[in-house]
């Protein structure tokens, strides 16, 4: 039996050993390259300033962030070289489209405009001290003009008077608007 029993045992083995070169070279075809380091998803690196809601050093409505990629995470330099991060380390800068913001909280904004706009005190917040006082004056424009101020400051349509953004929660309800330029695409209706 001692003879025959070797030969099943290295038989075996050599399956046994077989299979796992199979199964190392299926997972050296299927395994992509690392991304290369700019290519990172939002998530896999912090950015945000808690305060704000938007990239640190916003000018210009860009700012260059330093990117930690989260523990980890493997990918390439702006060399090439593959790296593995720890989440400490400053991978690369990426520019990412931000909003100015000077302090002008959304929130804020939306409750004086409820509850004391027919007193003015959304448009002194927000820097407009003539209308303001104008509203002030004339009790809302006799609740008419807060009725409609409320409603601009809801939509976002009426912001801070030097121009900057609302501080609004990242995941809150901003809004954007759409334009159309002669850069943008325009697809040729077609009618049935």
Known sequence: GGPVMAARSGAAEALVLLLLCF?????????????????????QY????????EPM?????TAYVQCLPAPNITCRD????EKVFSGREVGFYKPIECRNVNGYSYKVAVALSLFLGWLGADRFYLGYPALGLLKFCTVG???IGSLID?????????GPSDG??????YY?????RLSITNATFRKMQTYP
């Open 23 to 43: 199964a190392a070279l299926e997972g050296a075809a299927g395994s992509e390259p690392p991304l290369k380091c700019e290519e990172l998803r939002l998530g």
């Open 46 to 53: 912090p950015e945000r300033d808690n305060s704000t809601q």
């Open 57 to 61: 050093n916003c000018t210009n409505h």
């Open 78 to 81: 702006h060399l090439g070289i």
């Open 141 to 143: 424009f006799c609740g």
């Open 150 to 158: 409320f409603i601009l400051i809801s939509m976002q349509i009426v």
């Open 164 to 169: 900057s953004s609302y501080i609004i929660d």
């Open 172 to 176: 809150g309800a901003r809004l954007t």
